[in-house]
């Protein structure tokens, strides 16, 4: 029997200080560091300690005393339950200064290394419909909340059966076979919503069953949605194939969307058999439609897939390759590196002015499409290498292709491999370009490079507004 600990109390009047880690905020109570989600910054709160740790606690704020002049209005209904959009009541303006000043923390604390005077942050033109992807899961078991349980009519003890209810959504944290049913989502053009509410509402009419992760079955597993600022839009659903009859149900499915919208150039699937929702190692398959579609940039086209990374602010990634083309002050003859190619955006990009462009990225299907985008752009200066970038990016690669001038890097979350910072190192660029989605892997990465590098420039840029997550471009020179 699971012993009930006794709740703590509730602290009252208690001022909000400032903006701390994964969008939460951060208070003092009896000089303990208390962290409370969802308020802002000089709002007056009573406190709900949730967690109570040996240096910190966790609190829900369950009143708001005195709301911060910092607040502003939510525009989304599911704002504090969906987990994403953290900072919607919390002003553009002092989301942009507390981006500038996560920047500024985690590479002077982690990083340790001598900083020049930050340029002033990019903020997003939009800050709603801003996204060109999203990814909804779909789940046997929707996640309720404690309002919703509590309009509840009574049950009986241990009915479960009750509360199973079918949804198309978005992960809640904590709960990985739960998914929270999103009925409109601001992060991307209406229309997306439109495609999966009707999606939804032809899988409930025709009984098509949601998919249990822990029993590890149900046809209706994931829907992706892309669009383009070619008005082209891409539908990815990933079934799990069981029954006999199950892959004509999923063409059904597919052919009324199809049907329903003629704005999709592309309606794809998966049979996805495997525990997680990734499918980068399996095949694709293209129902109806073309197999991807493009993005412009500069008059440059570029082929996605579905497999494909492309910056999901497709207007604010334009902004981000320009500074990253800045920092490489290019002049037409420089042998340019870009390593994590993606689809070959920046090397593309950046490749009319320089000699000669060599990108390496791990999926090959990404790679195709970056030899792809090249052809379609006629630009014939650049090479393209499909592998993993510790095992690729070698000392003998490098005298087989030249030492670089410049090296633009923009790697996962995880940053760059030891291995390959060593070979950087003694490949010794003349500058290094870092692009960067995690400034704390980023600042760990700069330290490594400090034996022989300085930072010279620093330029925050704002890709996802109302979140915490912030992109990063340094540049880092030679020190003579």
């Not at 969906?82 to 919390?90: P, S």
């Not at 992807?133 to 919703?148: D, Q």
């Not at 241990?158 to 999103?182: C, M, Q, R, V, W």
Request: aromatic share 10%.
């Amino acid at each position: 029997m699971t012993r009930k600990h006794k709740p703590f109390p509730i602290v009252e009047n208690v001022t909000i200080e400032a903006v701390a880690a994964e969008g939460k905020c951060i208070t003092h109570i009896d000089e303990m560091a208390v962290f409370v989600p969802f308020v802002v910054p000089g709002d007056v709160v009573d406190l709900q300690i949730r967690k109570k740790k040996h240096k910190y606690c966790e609190a829900e704020a369950v009143r708001i005393v005195v709301p911060s002049k910092l607040r502003t209005q939510p525009v989304c209904s599911h704002f504090g339950v969906c987990g994403g959009c953290k900072w919607q009541n919390l002003l553009y303006s002092e989301q942009l200064k507390a981006k500038q000043q996560q920047v500024f923390d985690q590479l002077s604390r982690i990083g340790k290394v001598a900083l020049p005077p930050f340029d002033t942050i990019l903020g997003s033109e939009k800050t709603i419909a801003y996204r060109n992807k999203l990814e909804f899961g779909c789940a046997n078991k929707r996640w309720f909340t404690k309002e919703e349980l509590a309009a509840m009519p009574p049950r009986e003890e241990g009915n479960g059966e009750a509360l199973k209810e079918s949804a198309i959504g978005f992960h809640i944290t904590g709960s990985f076979d739960k998914i929270y049913p999103i009925e409109k989502c601001y992060l991307m053009d209406n229309l997306h919503n439109d495609i999966r509410n009707e999606l939804r509402d032809y899988a409930n009419a025709h009984q098509i069953s949601y998919f249990d992760i822990r029993n590890q079955t149900g046809l209706l597993r994931d829907i992706v949605i892309r669009n383009s600022n070619t008005g082209e839009w891409m539908l990815i659903v990933q079934f799990h194939f069981e029954q006999d009859d199950d892959k004509a149900r999923a063409e059904a499915l597919l052919e009324h969307m199809a049907e329903r919208f003629p704005q999709l150039t592309s309606v794809m699937y998966v049979d996805n058999q495997k525990c997680n929702d990734t499918f980068g190692d399996l095949e694709v398959v293209c129902y109806k439609g073309n197999d991807h579609i493009f993005e412009t940039m500069e008059g440059l086209r570029f082929k996605v897939g579905p497999k494909s990374f492309y910056q999901t602010n497709t207007d604010q990634a334009y902004h981000l390759y320009c500074v990253a083309r800045d920092f490489a002050a290019l002049t037409g003859n420089e042998l340019v590196y870009d390593l994590y190619t993606g689809t070959g955006t920046i090397a593309n990009f950046v490749a009319r002015r320089a000699r000669k462009v060599v990108g390496i990225e791990y999926v090959p299907e990404a790679i195709a499409d970056a030899k792809e985008n090249s052809r379609l752009n006629g630009i014939d200066n650049t090479l393209f290498y499909a592998g993993d970038m510790k095992d690729l990016l070698t000392d003998d690669f490098i005298a087989a292709h030249g030492r670089p001038d410049v090296i633009i890097t923009d790697p996962p979350r995880a940053g760059m491999h030891p291995d390959v910072v060593d070979v950087i190192l003694r490949a010794a660029p003349r500058r290094i370009v870092y692009v960067s989605c995690n400034p704390a892997t980023q600042a760990r990465d700069l330290a490594l490079l400090d034996v022989r590098y300085k930072v010279s420039r620093v330029q925050p840029v704002d890709m996802f507004p109302h979140t915490p997550h912030v992109e990063n471009v340094v540049l880092l020179t030679a020190i003579e």
